[in-house]
């Protein structure tokens, strides 16, 4: 099947170039520089969601010393930085790694059949314009996040067609939009949502948040002074661990403290809250949330802007239930109706593993829940196929970074031992639960169609950096639970 003429014949496709598939192509070039491989990236430019995104205001919620590679240092003196500034690094990476005549734009994957008779992967791509050409693989990495580029998640409203101003999501943001002297209403509680509010209230006539759920939301620095110091005095490369090794301190005992003392993480966010807003504002009514902290994500807004704006009167909070739009604005379960030229539903993401690339083994088609997954990365029963899925209590890209480094290190080893194949095999009476133990609306909508997870190492979906390391930098390269193979057409 792949061994058909004509078809291009590479060891590794990496799909998807973005912050996760740069990473890799740089790992797997400087880590085994023998093998050859293509980038494919079905939009026009590198960068995956910081190309993507166009909306007002879009930044990292994550410090870019730890959300950045282990391998290049962030100069920049603001950690949490635009988009633009973000591309930037990415760009650089992908220069300074030769990364870019790698890389081919316009070609989404959308599907993959495994051959055990060969140990490889015959590829469809489709071209954009819709021409279709296939290639082999050896391994597919498939650094292609969690979501769906083309759509995000909208909610159903009533009413939502007799609405006579514009109805915008940020996933989609048209770039002749022009909120100056507008009434917004931003439909919302995540970090979009946190991050469009102060960027909408510099010019518009009046912004409001209006979410059905309060989210836990901190100020955070937008420049790091002890960072900057050290690169003062150490310069960037060397002060570069350093400022790594104490931000993911920082965000580990952060994590820690909300998940075993919740209670106190509450008061302390509620006290913060309470300095940061004007005495008397209703702090329990629009940052109360039912649940505890970390059981979602919480919320940064760099220098405290969404406080800023919500004390000078630029922007208000609402926090109620749609119950329809109507031609002006939205009415609310409480009676108020929220008048609106333009209304932005930061409603979330619509989440979908491996880029939803239809997979096959030796014919029989892969169905994703019924996989568990392998060390974060690989899935059990398919051969050759990784896919990468970062943190979503800490900076993704701490995960994506060993998950490469151990890439890297398994196709060593299959090389040396003179493998073709590996694969996971997950034992059918294990436990499973699902893949990822987060509370947001947009992961729990999804949960059905992801992998599974089982209850323990090397099965579970671990979210601890630290542990991570020691397993995938410092533990055992192979266990009893991964299976490896000649192509059958050698061994006949």
Same mark, same amino acid.
């Given at each position: 099947? &792949? ?14 170039a973005g912050i996760s598939g ?33 909306? !007002? =205001? ?13 391998? *290049? ?60 050409h296939r290639i082999s693989a ?43 002297? *507008?009434?917004?209403?931003?439909? =919302? ?41 050290? *690169? ?32 106190? &993480? ?26 505890? !902290? ?104 701490? *995960? ?33 639960? !699902? ?58």
């Amino acid at each position: 099947m &792949a061994a058909e003429p004509g078809i291009e014949q590479l060891d590794v496709l990496i799909v998807g170039a973005g912050i996760s598939g740069l990473g890799a192509a740089r790992y797997l070039k400087h880590g085994h520089p023998g093998r050859s491989f293509a980038v494919l990236e079905a939009r026009e430019g590198i960068g995956g969601t910081w190309d993507l995104f166009k909306y !007002p =205001g879009i930044r990292s919620d994550s410090d870019l010393y730890t959300f950045g590679y282990d391998f *290049k240092p962030w100069r920049d003196r603001e950690s949490i930085a635009t988009a633009p500034r973000i591309l930037a690094y990415l760009r650089e990476t992908a220069q300074e790694n030769d990364l870019e005549r790698h890389i081919r734009f316009r070609q989404r994957v959308i599907g993959a059949d495994w051959s055990s008779a060969e140990a490889r992967w015959l590829v469809e791509v489709e071209e954009t314009g819709g021409a279709r050409h296939r290639i082999s693989a050896r391994w597919i990495f498939c650094a292609s996040g969690y979501y769906r580029y083309d759509a995000g998640h909208t909610p159903e409203f009533a009413g939502r067609e007799r609405f006579g101003g514009t109805l915008v999501h940020p996933q989609h943001w048209p770039e002749d939009l022009d909120c100056t002297g *507008k009434r917004v209403v931003v439909i =919302g509680s995540g970090a979009t949502a946190v991050t469009l509010v102060p960027a909408l209230a510099q010019s518009a006539a009046k912004v409001t948040l209006l979410q059905r759920t309060p989210t836990y939301i901190l100020p955070v620095p937008r420049r790091d002074a002890v960072a900057n110091l050290l *690169k003062r005095v150490l310069g960037a490369e060397r002060a570069h661990g350093v400022i790594r090794a104490k931000n993911i301190g920082q965000q580990r005992l952060l994590l820690r403290f909300c998940q075993r003392f919740p209670g106190a &993480a509450r008061r302390v966010i509620r006290w913060v809250n309470r300095r940061a807003l004007p005495k008397g504002y209703p702090v329990d009514t629009h940052f109360n949330p039912p649940y505890a !902290p970390w059981d979602q994500r919480l919320c940064a807004v760099p220098d405290g802007d969404l406080f800023e704006v919500l004390s000078d009167g630029r922007a208000e909070m609402a926090t109620d239930r749609i119950v329809e739009f109507t031609e002006t604005g939205l009415l609310l379960a409480s009676g108020r109706e929220l008048p609106a030229d333009v209304v932005v539903t930061a409603t979330g993401l619509a989440v979908q593993i491996a880029g939803g690339i239809r997979l096959s083994v030796d014919g029989k088609a892969v169905a994703y829940p019924d996989t568990v997954v392998y060390r974060g990365m690989m899935l059990s029963g398919v051969p050759n196929f990784a896919v990468a899925i970062g943190y979503t209590t800490a900076s993704w890209t701490l *995960k994506i970074g060993l998950l490469c480094e151990y890439f890297v290190n398994l196709l060593r080893h299959l090389d040396e031992h003179g493998h073709d194949a590996a694969w996971p095999v997950a034992d059918p009476a294990m436990p499973t639960r !699902p893949l990822l133990d987060f509370g947001a609306g947009y992961i729990q909508r999804a949960l059905a169609d992801l992998p599974r997870q089982g209850p323990a190492a090397p099965w579970v979906m671990s979210s601890d950096y630290l542990d991570d390391r020691k397993v995938l930098r410092s533990g055992p390269l192979v266990d009893e639970h991964l299976h490896f193979a000649k192509a059958a057409a050698k061994e006949s």
